[in-house]
């Protein structure tokens, strides 16, 4: 006997073998239901006394018979790619007059059924059929479209497959235009959290915005979701899921971002209730630090972050394993390394530190080599995209290009240069700082974080032309506390030439600094006059060709 799904307690094997006979039933595939099957089910469900729900794929099989509302018939995962609907067609009577329940129509959209129909039923025999599609997703009407109620014989010959394939065609035609506008990137949504915080909470929100970018993302909206208490199972609720849902599927967007860390269990009923790929800010770092990790240490730091944060939501296999395959572009360890049980992973856990320990311990060869020949060492460090390594490059005259993107560095980059009254110095770039900095990535990059620890002074570069400027001053100060960073510090103002003067002003009236343009090569001058000031102070002693003319 075919399982029977739903509410089929107390039911008498006879009635369950008829249900269970339901299964043999085919209706043409461009048919919403044949008077055959009406009358069946009609009969059936006044016998039981209980709706009847049948799930057809779009061929007209049966794959699925249960007994009770549509809400209680569980539907499987359907076709993929925000272009098609799930494949499925879902048929349930109901008892009595009634037409489509707002239950009814929020399965229809979850599901992304090809359509859901209503069979009344009176007496036991079928009357009035309702039926609803989804509507197109640029359409100005609900997420659904309702057909009039007509007597079910006059719905015998209506075309269902022409209906649903015209709308798979919409659906397209518009990904198409959102692909010629947007580009390729995956489009996704982006829900942030203010429990109070205003003005901060936008920011961070943002901020989220230009991760996603970085890591090749669309963001396509933004959502602020005001909630004092985080709900344990949803982070947001359901209802703000469900309208998250719809928002989704009317921008063309396949993913969900959330600025919040998600709880591998929230992680994991979030997807299942949109069916949507859920990433949270964690992850969304990851995944920018995978896809700019070059060399054999920044990939082994990298990996060792991302299996550190997925250890713990190793919680089962199939589609909640999947999932944690990677975020945009499912860049990362992948999921053959995520199906490994803990043990195997655990071993990997270990392998990568005691690489990391190998790369420590030539790092640390190399800072005493320059100890020894008394090279000082000084340290560029701020908040990500503040525009250190394109005042590296000014300062030391070589290094890479700086690039526009958040954490474009990953691995120290160390350069020659020359300051005036001291000679010779190096200048390291160290990987860009973000409020709330992923813990797993401060682990991993520990040991390249070392650097700052033993620079002789730091330059703390800070982007005058950001808005909330002051704010990434203080995150980056309070990292390197963290850190137990003691070196003293000066404060570059980058970007002078893009940000306001009234700006620029008041951050020199309230944390001092001086106003640098690397790309224009205003204020560098007196930059290197500054570090060379700072550099005598904590008792570095000049070269003795110290007072050759520097290059400019």
Do not use: C
Not at 14 to 20: A, D, F, G, N, V
Not at 162 to 170: D, H, I, Q, R, W
Not at 474 to 499: F, G, I, N, T
């Amino acid at each position: 006997m075919e399982k029977i799904f739903g509410k089929s307690e107390g039911l008498k094997k006879s009635e369950l073998k008829r249900l269970s006979n339901l299964y043999r039933r085919r209706i043409p595939k461009e048919r919403v239901l044949t008077a055959e099957l009406a009358q069946a089910l009609a009969g059936l469900s006044q016998e039981v006394g209980r709706p009847i729900s049948l799930l057809l794929d779009r061929e007209g099989r049966v794959v699925r018979v249960g007994v009770g509302d549509a809400k209680d018939l569980p539907i499987p995962e359907g076709a993929k790619g925000e272009r098609r609907l799930s494949g499925f067609r879902l048929l349930h009577t109901h008892l009595g007059k009634g037409g489509l329940s707002r239950p009814d129509l929020t399965v229809l959209f979850l599901n992304r059924l090809d359509s859901l129909a209503a069979l009344e039923v009176e007496d036991g025999r079928p009357t009035t059929l309702h039926l609803a599609f989804l509507a197109p997703p640029r359409s100005q009407e609900e997420d659904w479209r309702i057909l009039p109620p007509r007597p079910y014989f006059q719905y015998l010959e209506f075309d269902h497959l022409k209906e649903v394939e015209a709308l798979e065609e919409e659906m397209a035609r518009q990904v198409r235009v959102r692909e010629l506008l947007d580009g390729s990137g995956e489009r996704a949504i982006l829900v942030g959290i203010d429990r109070g915080e205003g003005p901060e909470a936008e920011a961070y929100l943002s901020e989220l915005a230009e991760l996603t970018r970085t890591a090749g993302g669309v963001p396509v909206k933004k959502v602020l979701v005001f909630r004092p208490h985080l709900d344990p199972r949803y982070l947001v609720g359901l209802g703000k899921l469900e309208e998250l849902k719809s928002l989704a599927y009317h921008e063309n967007a396949s993913t969900l971002i959330f600025g919040q860390e998600l709880t591998p269990t929230q992680a994991r009923e979030i997807e299942r209730a949109t069916g949507l790929k859920v990433l949270d800010r964690t992850q969304l770092i990851l995944d920018i630090f995978a896809l700019h990790a070059k060399t054999p240490e920044a990939k082994a730091q990298v990996e060792l972050a991302q299996l550190r944060y997925l250890l713990p939501r190793l919680v089962g296999k199939g589609k909640e394993l999947s999932r944690l395959g990677g975020g945009i572009g499912t860049r990362g360890p992948g999921e053959t390394k995520l199906e490994v049980d803990r043990r195997r992973l655990q071993e990997r856990i270990t392998h990568l530190s005691h690489k990391l320990q190998e790369y420590t311990r030539r790092r640390e060869e190399a800072r005493r080599q320059r100890k020894r020949r008394g090279v000082p060492l000084i340290a560029v460090v701020g908040y990500t995209n503040a525009g250190k390594t394109t005042l590296l490059q000014a300062l030391a005259r070589g290094g890479e290009p700086g690039e526009d993107k958040l954490f474009a560095t990953l691995r120290p980059l160390t350069r020659r240069g020359f300051l005036p009254g001291v000679g010779e110095v190096l200048f390291t770039d160290t990987v860009g700082f973000i409020r709330q900095m992923p813990k797993e990535l401060l682990t991993a990059f520990r040991a390249t974080l070392e650097e700052v620890r033993e620079a002789d002074l730091l330059v703390h570069v800070l982007d005058a032309s950001e808005e909330g400027a002051l704010g990434r001053y203080r995150v980056v100060e309070e990292l390197l506390a963290e850190l137990e960073v003691e070196a003293p510090r000066v404060l570059a103002l980058s970007k002078a030439d893009r940000a306001a003067p009234y700006d620029l002003f008041y951050l020199r009236e309230r944390l001092g600094g001086i106003a640098v343009s690397a790309l224009k090569g205003t204020g560098l001058p007196e930059l290197k006059g500054a570090l060379a000031e700072a550099l005598l102070k904590v008792g570095v002693r000049p070269q003795a060709w110290a007072q050759a003319p520097q290059y400019t």
